[in-house]
Structures are given as structure tokens and as C-alpha cells.
């Protein structure tokens, strides 16, 4: 299984950034999705996570900012947008699937795709 994320860039304060995550692979069912970022020397901190129910979960921070959507298991892919930007939102971020492959039924393993890295300048 391979995640794709992709949507990152520079962006000024209080513009928006849309980032998109595509599983692919011997992808079963996806139980869950999202995004993390880490700033330089800090670990991976949860942005948005949905589940394959659609029951959403965000970081204090982003809460009212950001958006995931919902799963689409027909293209196994989820976006993140992210509206009214502001510096400390920039870091690298990754995107995460709990999935379920075809050679593993009934076993979730996370899976992460490469980070896209996500620039506001003030």
C-alpha cells in the first residue's frame, strides 16, 4: 500500500491550502484517515483524522480552520483544506490510512505517505 499526498506549497497568511491523500495498492477497506505534521526537531502531531464511519477528529488548533472530508472508498483518497492560514501552521505534513489489504483480511496496519511540506509566511 502506498499513500500519495500532494496540495502543499507556500501560501500567505490567511489563505488557504487544499491537500490531497490517494491510497493505492492492494487496498481492501480503509478504517481511517488523516493528517499529521511535525515541525523541525518536534514529533508528529494529529491534525485531522476521519474515521470510515465519517466521525471527524482535529487538533484544537486547526478547529474551525481546517476541514477533512469524508472517505472515498471509491478512489481511497481524502482531502484537507485549510482556510485562514497563519505561520505556525507551517510544517511538513503526512498523511496516515489505517487500512486493510487484500493479502491481510481482517489486519489494520497504518500506513504513511511522504510528507508535503506546507509554507505560510506572515
Known amino acids: 500500500v502506498q499513500l500519495q499526498a500532494s496540495g502543499g506549497g507556500l501560501v500567505q497568511a490567511g489563505g488557504s491550502l487544499r491537500l490531497s491523500c490517494a491510497a493505492s495498492?492492494?487496498?481492501?477497506?480503509?478504517?481511517?484517515m488523516g493528517w499529521y505534521r511535525q515541525y523541525p526537531g518536534k514529533e508528529r502531531e494529529m491534525v485531522a483524522v476521519?474515521?470510515?464511519?465519517?466521525?471527524?477528529?482535529y487538533a484544537d488548533s486547526v478547529k474551525g480552520r481546517f476541514t477533512i472530508s469524508s472517505i472515498d472508498n471509491a478512489e481511497n483518497t481524502v482531502t484537507l483544506q485549510m482556510n485562514n492560514l497563519k505561520p505556525e501552521d507551517t510544517a511538513v505534513y503526512y498523511c496516515?490510512?489505517?487500512?486493510?489489504?487484500?493479502?491481510?483480511?481482517?489486519?489494520?496496519?497504518?500506513?504513511w505517505g511522504q510528507g508535503t511540506l506546507v509554507t505560510v509566511s506572515s
Open positions: 495498492g492492494s487496498v481492501l477497506s480503509i478504517n481511517a
Open positions: 476521519i474515521t470510515g464511519t465519517g466521525s471527524a477528529h
Open positions: 496516515t490510512g489505517a487500512v486493510q489489504t487484500a493479502q491481510r483480511v481482517g489486519i489494520t496496519n497504518d500506513y
